[in-house]
């Protein structure tokens, strides 16, 4: 099968992706699109998001079907279709927040709920060749310490 020249590419720079159509979702009302945005007006460009949706089989299958271009977890599957990509320079980062109340049910768990976070996480990085490739390339990502934690 035939890919596009930038997903024949190691790494992309942001900024080779300024004529792409996109599909962005909404704002989550965690920052997310907010920071993908301020990458991408840190690379000279606000994206042509055609496409503002959330569901993430619709993104799959426009990006598959080479209609849009999207920001993903470098633990996405990638396929014949879908190639995952790092972002040359690293310009976007994404933690995950695990939050309870301390007076909850759950919270005699927490240090349990961050192990299989932990573990869950792990298997996804284990399952991504464009995940492992980058950590190959860069070593462990500065945050990763601090990726996970109770207190």
Known sequence: MHQPPLAQQEE??????????????????????EHLHDACAAAGFYPNNRYPLFDT??????????????????TVRADENV??????????????????????AIAAYGDDLVRVAQQA?????????????WVQRYGQSPAESELFHSS
């Open 12 to 33: 992309v720079d942001l900024n080779d992706l300024e004529d792409e159509i996109w599909v962005i979702p909404h704002s989550d009302g965690m920052g997310w699109p």
């Open 121 to 133: 996480h792990q298997a996804a990085v284990d399952n991504s060749p464009a995940y492992h490739a």
């Open 57 to 74: 089989g619709l993104r799959r299958e426009l990006v598959a079907t080479g209609r849009a271009v999207t920001a993903c977890q470098a």
């Open 83 to 104: 190639a995952v990509r790092p972002i040359r320079g690293n310009p976007l980062w994404m933690r995950h927040l695990m939050l309870w109340r301390r007076d909850s």
